[in-house]
C-alpha cells in the first residue's frame, strides 16, 4: 500500500518552454501533497504544499508564477515549471499524506529529472 | 528551521553497527527516518511521535528523546542494501496549514563494503 507515482520519470526541453510533471497517489487518498526538489548530493527541499480544492502554500523564495500547482483531486496533484531555464534543472520528488490516517507520514514518488537545455 | 544529522558519513563492513542522529533546536511533533538509493526517491523507514518512544523495524530501530529533541536511528549487523542516504525528516505541531509538513536534515551517507 501506500504508493505513489510520478510522470514523467525524466523529462529534457528546451529553454522558455513550459513543463507538467504528475503526481499520483494510487491505492488511498490524499489531501496534502507536497512538492520538493533536490540538487545532487543534497537535502529534500520543500517547494509548496499542495492542498485539494485550494491554493498551493509556497516556501520562501518559491515563485508561485513560474512552478504553478493544482490539486485537482484527492489523488492528483500537478506541477508546472513555466518558462523553465537550466537553473530549473533538478529532480522534483511529490510526497503524499494519506488522507485516513491522520498523520503526518509522507509517501514518496519516484521523481522526475528535469533537464532544461 | 533545519535538523542537524550527525555524522555526515560512515562506511562500514558488512555485519558491523551504525547510530546516525537527527537534532532539532526547536520542539518536535514526530521524527521520520527515510533512505534514499541514488536517483531513486526515499523509502519511508519509520515514524516517531513525541513521547520518547523507540521502534523496530527488522534490523532497524530508532528512539526519539523528547527532551533532548533528537532522534537516533541505529542499525545493527549492517547489510549491503542497507547503503543509501538516510534522512531525517521532523515536523512542529502547529496545527492548520503547517500540519503534515516535514523539514529534512542534510542526510548521513551511509557506505557498506562486503
Known amino acids: 500500500g501506500a504508493v505513489v507515482s510520478q510522470h514523467p520519470s525524466w523529462v529534457i526541453c528546451k529553454s522558455g518552454t513550459s513543463v507538467k510533471i504528475e503526481c499520483r497517489s494510487l491505492?488511498?487518498?490524499?489531501?496534502?501533497m507536497f512538492w520538493y526538489r533536490q540538487f545532487p548530493k543534497q537535502s529534500l527541499m520543500l517547494m509548496a504544499t499542495s492542498n485539494e480544492g485550494s491554493k498551493a502554500t509556497y516556501e520562501q523564495g518559491v515563485e508561485k508564477d513560474k512552478f504553478l500547482i493544482n490539486h485537482a483531486s484527492l489523488t492528483l496533484s500537478t506541477l508546472t515549471v513555466t518558462s523553465a531555464h537550466p537553473e530549473d534543472s533538478s529532480f522534483y520528488i511529490c510526497s503524499a499524506n494519506p488522507t485516513h490516517k491522520n498523520t503526518d507520514t509522507q509517501y514518496f514518488g519516484p521523481g522526475t529529472r528535469l533537464t532544461v537545455l | 528551521q533545519q535538523p542537524v544529522q550527525s555524522p555526515q558519513a560512515v562506511i562500514l563492513r558488512e555485519g558491523e553497527d551504525a547510530v546516525i542522529n537527527c537534532s532539532s533546536s526547536?520542539?518536535?511533533?514526530?521524527v521520520h527516518w527515510y533512505r534514499q538509493k541514488h536517483g531513486e526517491a526515499p523509502v519511508f523507514l519509520m515514524i516517531l511521535l513525541k513521547g520518547g518512544e523507540q521502534k523496530g523495524h527488522e534490523k532497524i530501530s530508532a528512539s526519539f528523546n523528547e527532551k533532548k529533541q533528537q532522534s537516533s536511528l541505529y542499525l545493527t549487523a549492517s547489510q549491503l542494501s542497507y547503503s543509501g542516504t538516510y534522512f531525517c525528516g521532523t515536523a512542529f505541531f502547529a496545527g492548520g496549514t503547517s500540519y503534515g509538513k516535514l523539514t529534512f536534515g542534510q542526510g548521513t551517507i551511509l557506505t557498506v563494503h562486503p
Open positions: 526547536k520542539a518536535l511533533y514526530s
Open positions: 491505492d488511498f487518498q490524499a489531501t496534502t
